[in-house]
C-alpha cells in the first residue's frame, strides 16, 4: 500500500520560513519522481516545485529563488524549504510520486501552509 505523508505546516509570518517533509512508503521511493503541489479553494491543483530520480529540479516562477526541493532516498523522504514567505503562498500542501513509466502518481493527504500577520 502507498503512503506519501506530510507534515511540517503550519502559521508563519509573512517572510518567514517553514521546511514541509514528505515520507513515503510501499514504493521504491529513489526510482520516483516527486513533486509539491498547493491548492487553494476553488482553485486547480498547481505544480510548485518537482524532483526527477536524478535530481532535476524544477521551480513555478512564483516561487522560484525562495523554494528548494529535495530528495533523502535514505529516508525515503521529499522536502521542500520556503523562505521568503508570502500571504500569497497560503494554500494546502501537496506531495506527489510520479512511476517511472508515467503509468500512475500518487497524492499525499496534504498540509496547510497560511502566512498571514
Known amino acids: 500500500q502507498v503512503q506519501l505523508v506530510e507534515s511540517g505546516g503550519g502559521l508563519v509570518q509573512p517572510g518567514g520560513s517553514l521546511r514541509l517533509s514528505c515520507a513515503a512508503s510501499g514504493i521504491t521511493f529513489r526510482i520516483y519522481a516527486m513533486g509539491w503541489y498547493r491548492q487553494a479553494p476553488g482553485k486547480q491543483r498547481e505544480l510548485v516545485a518537482g524532483?526527477?530520480?536524478?535530481?532535476?529540479?524544477n521551480y513555478a516562477d512564483s516561487v522560484k529563488g525562495r523554494f528548494t526541493i529535495s530528495r533523502d532516498n535514505a529516508k525515503n523522504t521529499t522536502y521542500l524549504k520556503m523562505n521568503s514567505l508570502k500571504p500569497e503562498d497560503t494554500d494546502v500542501y501537496y506531495c506527489?510520486?510520479?512511476?517511472?513509466?508515467?503509468?500512475?502518481?500518487?497524492w499525499g493527504q496534504g498540509t496547510q501552509v497560511a502566512v498571514s500577520s
Open positions: 524532483i526527477t530520480r536524478t535530481n532535476s529540479t
Open positions: 506527489r510520486a510520479d512511476r517511472p513509466d508515467g503509468s500512475a502518481f500518487y
